[in-house]
Each structure stands twice: as C-alpha cells, then as structure tokens.
C-alpha cells in the first residue's frame, strides 16, 4: 500500500498537522501571558517539547509513508539509541564487553532482519530464548565472575526492553489481518499516536489539575488526576481513530486502554530504573524530552501487549 | 577532510560532547589540556569536541613506538590527527619529549597530553608524571587546562580492539593557577586533584 495515496492515511496526518499547529499556538499565547518565574520555566519547556514534536512527527511520518524498510530501519535505529543510553546508565564491568558488542553489533542487526524478513517464528524467539542464553555464556568466558549474576541480568533487560519490546512495535506491519490487507502501516500509526498522546494527555491533565501523587517515590511528576484524566482521554482519542484500524469503535477503544496502561506501566518502571541510578533523565537527545528512551518508555511496554491482542483476535 | 569525517564519526558513535567554562576558547595563547588516560580513544575524542578552528591548532602527544608501528598508526598520526611523537622508552637529550612539545606551543599551538603516562582501568587516575611540571615551568605563556573524559574506559578498554557505544563526555575545567616556587610533587597532585574534581559535572 502506498501510504501517500490512502484516503484515511491523508485525514489522519492532516490531524496531526492540525494538532501540531494548534499546539504551537497555545504555546506561543502561553508565552506572551506567562509571568511568574516558576510559570515560565514550565513554558519554556512545553515549547521544547512541542519543538520537539514537529521533528518527531516528521520523522516517523516520513518513515512509515516510506514503507516497511524505512519502518523498520527507524525502529531499529530507535533501539539502537535507546539501548546506548540504557547500557550507558547501566553499571557494567569489564568482563561484559564482548557480551555488549554483541547486544549492539549482532543481536539488534538480526534482530530488526527477521522483523523486516516477516519470520515470526523465530523473531519471537531469538531474544529471549538465544540471547538471553547467550549473554551470560559470553560473559563466564570473559571469566569475571563479580556481581555476575546481576550483570547478566542488567544486560538482557537492556536487550529485552530496548530491542525486542520495541521491535513489536514494527511488527505489527507483518500481521496478516482479513480485509485490512496492505494497510497495516495504519495500525502503527495507531499505536504510536495512542501511547504518546497518552502520554501528553497525562502531561497535560497532571498540569491543569494535578493533586494527588499517584508514585510519590517512583515518579513525583504523576498524579491521579492526570492518570485519570489522560487515560479517560487518550482511550476517547483511540475509539475516535477506529476508522484507520479493522477494529470497531468500542474495540478500538478497548485497545486503546490497554495500551495506554501499559504505556503508564512502562513510564512508571523506566522511572523506578532513573530513580535507583539517580538520574532526571536517560540522556539530551531531544529537547524538552530528555533521551531517546525517556520518550518511547510507554511504548516499549504497550507494544508488545498490542501485538499480541491484535494477532490473537484479528488474525 | 579525513579528519572533520573521523570526528564526526566518533561523535556520532558515542554521542560525546565537550563542556567547558564559558569564555575558555577566546584566550589566543597555547594551551596544555591534560586528562586522564583509560583508553586509545581519548585523544581522538577530546580531539572531536573541540571547536574545529581550535581543533585546527591543537596537537596530541602521543607515543612514537605505538604510533609509528605500522603504515595505517604512522598515516593516521602524521596525516590525519597531526600527533606530535614522543619518546617513552629511551629518552635522550637529543629526543627529550618535553622539548618537541615546548617548540610545539612556541609556534603557538596547543596540546593534548596525559600526564599518567600511559593508559589505565583505575576509577582514579594514576600519580602524574613530571613532564607536565617541566613543560609549565619552561613555558610561563601556556594556559594549562584540567580535562575529565567520562566513559571511554568502557568504550574500548585497554586491551579491547572492538568499541562499543556509549554516551562520553569531555569535561574541560579552567585553567590552573600558577603558583610561585611550587615543588614538582605538589604540583602534579594539584594537577591531578583539578582533573578529578572534573569527574560528576
């Protein structure tokens, strides 16, 4: 299918262009009005992000409209990123070496191969059956055996969240659905749009309205109002856009639920990682944002549970 | 152009930025950047962060028995990073390495030296070496900067061929004081204090 010529596709970027510009605005008016110091800061960061979120919208919308290669490119090279920011974060010794050239240079490559060659069978279990194996007999040959036990399991975390989790979200362009055929490139849209407008929305509510912590000590930046609230809006968004996905209005708005608690769950474990490590943020890739990682947390989690829902019924 | 290339390659690979006091770049003396030393990269990377027109007339010391082993080392150090070769093992009046580095910073370039003297995986960087110390008393002119590189000991530890990629970060300090009549010990402990107190920012 070519993206560029779908009815449906068109509407849904024309929404997203909308949006951005609407946003922009706000932020603008938001930035003549605001006059307290603390107001301000608040500001400037959400222009950042909103900055942010033109180059990030151009870059997946650029990809996916390009096709499955460029899909899946994206997502590896997204992994690529995350995996480098959670490894830097992440203490390792010496004797993890080899086993981390291989998490990089070996794993993500085959990896992303059998996303982009559609071999289910063995994508879904390459990572957690045989690298996962893997890692820990490369790192006893390195023969360093202190905290072994918790190296090993740092390390296939690393690979497990940052390679295979999001790899589903790429994926999902390989499911076989009845009378959806050629058009799964829109379920992608789907999921992304859902899991980070959750975000947003979350964000956005948590601002207006936030009392309530919901993780005083994970995550003090989340409140019940804005988990509510985000939640309750983000799954009104998702049941809204069952015109692009084979689902009906009410299932859409199913999957949007799941997805945007498991997202939430992603952002909350992420979170509990930055706080043991002692770190705002996993790194300064993207402006307002933080790293590659901090923006695609909800993601890594909500991906794999929506494949899987959509594979079971749908396929 | 091999150069500009190499760099932004190595910056891609381990997203390394340099951050330094403001103002530290405008001064037009000669520099001394002194850092610790984990990794074969180090050079290369601080070499990167710099800003090009700095880069242009900054000059690594590096060790003429490694970098003169073989066609690729001996390219690599006389055409693309434009090293200056020192002696480590047998030191003579007639090669002694604080002199090459002296005409170096009398023509108004600077330099890149590890003062550890050779690469180690320690979390602390090891006691300084002298040079350092003849180096600044022979050349009162140079500023002499403290620099703390992050993360390129699990980059490519030593011993390692293969790189892995993780975020660096090249921290660069002011320049330090020059104090009267200092001894050479007192000095390079002070030195490598300013290096360390680097580490964290």
């Known amino acids: ?58 870059f997946f919308g650029a990809a996916v409209a390009a096709g499955h290669g460029a899909s899946v490119l994206l997502f590896a090279a997204m992994s690529f990123l995350a995996l480098r920011e959670f490894v830097t974060l992440t203490p390792t010794r010496r004797g993890d070496h080899r086993a981390l050239f291989w998490a990089f240079f070996i794993i993500l490559p085959v990896h992303y191969l059998l996303v982009w060659k559609h071999w289910y069978g063995f994508f879904s279990i390459f990572i957690p059956v045989y690298a996962c194996l893997w890692i ?55 999921l992304v749009c859902v899991v980070q407008m959750s975000d947003v929305l979350q964000y956005c509510w948590g601002k207006l309205l936030g009392r309530h912590k919901i993780a005083p000590r994970v995550s003090p930046s989340k409140t019940v109002e804005g988990f509510v609230g985000g939640i309750a809006s983000a799954v009104g968004l998702g049941a809204g856009l069952w015109w692009i996905t084979p689902f009906t209005p009410l299932q859409a708005a199913g999957m949007a639920l799941a997805i945007c608690l498991m997202g939430f769950s992603g952002g909350l474990v992420m979170s509990a990682i ?18 590659m990682l901090d923006r695609i947390d909800s993601l890594c989690f909500a991906a794999p549970l929506f494949f899987h829902l959509t594979r079971y019924f749908f396929t | 152009m091999i150069a500009s290339l190499l760099t932004s390659l190595v910056r891609l690979f381990t997203g390394a930025r340099g951050r330094w006091p403001e103002g530290l770049f405008v001064t037009p003396r000669p520099r001394v950047y002194f850092a610790n030393h984990t990794s074969n990269l180090d050079f290369v990377v601080l070499w990167s962060v710099l800003p090009p027109t700095v880069r242009q007339r900054t ?28 002696e ?73 061929l293969l790189a892995i990629p993780l975020i660096c970060s090249v921290t660069f300090g002011t320049p330090l004081l020059r104090l009267d009549g200092e001894t050479k010990d007192a000095f390079a402990d002070r030195a490598r204090a300013a290096v360390i107190a680097l580490r964290g920012h």
């Not at chain 2, 003169?68 to 020192?86: D, E, H, K």
């Not at chain 2, 600044?136 to 390129?152: C, G, R, S, T, Y």
């Open chain 1, 1 to 58: 299918m070519n993206l560029l010529l779908d009815r449906e596709a068109g509407w849904f970027f024309g929404g997203v262009l909308g949006l951005l510009v609407v946003a922009s605005l706000v932020g603008a008016v938001l930035a003549k009005t605001t006059r307290s110091e603390p107001g301000q800061a608040v500001v400037r960061n959400l222009n950042a992000r909103i900055r942010a979120w033109w180059f990030m919208a151009a």
């Open chain 1, 274 to 291: 930055k706080r043991d490590r002692g770190v705002k943020d996993f790194g300064t890739l993207i402006e307002g944002h933080g790293g």
């Open chain 1, 136 to 190: 820990p007999i490369r790192a006893a040959m390195a023969g360093e055996t202190e905290d072994f036990l918790g190296r090993t399991a740092r390390v296939q975390w690393a690979i497990l969240v940052c390679i295979y989790f999001v790899s589903y979200a790429p994926a999902l362009l390989t499911l076989q659905i009845p009378g959806y055929g050629g058009e799964n490139a829109k379920l992608l849209l789907f």
């Open chain 2, 88 to 160: 480590r093992k047998q030191v003579t009046r007639a090669n002694n390495p604080i002199r090459d580095l002296g005409a170096v910073l009398e023509w108004g370039d600077s330099i890149i030296l590890f003062p550890e003297g050779g690469r180690f995986s320690e979390p602390e960087p090891m006691p300084f070496k002298s040079g350092l110390f003849h180096l600044a008393q022979e050349h009162p002119n140079a500023d002499l900067v403290p620099v703390w590189i992050d993360n390129l000991n699990r980059v490519l530890p030593k011993g390692e």
């Open chain 2, 59 to 86: 000059r690594a010391a590096a060790a003429r028995d490694y970098w003169t082993g073989g066609p690729v080392r001996r390219w690599l150090a006389s055409s693309v990073f434009n090293v200056v070769l020192i």
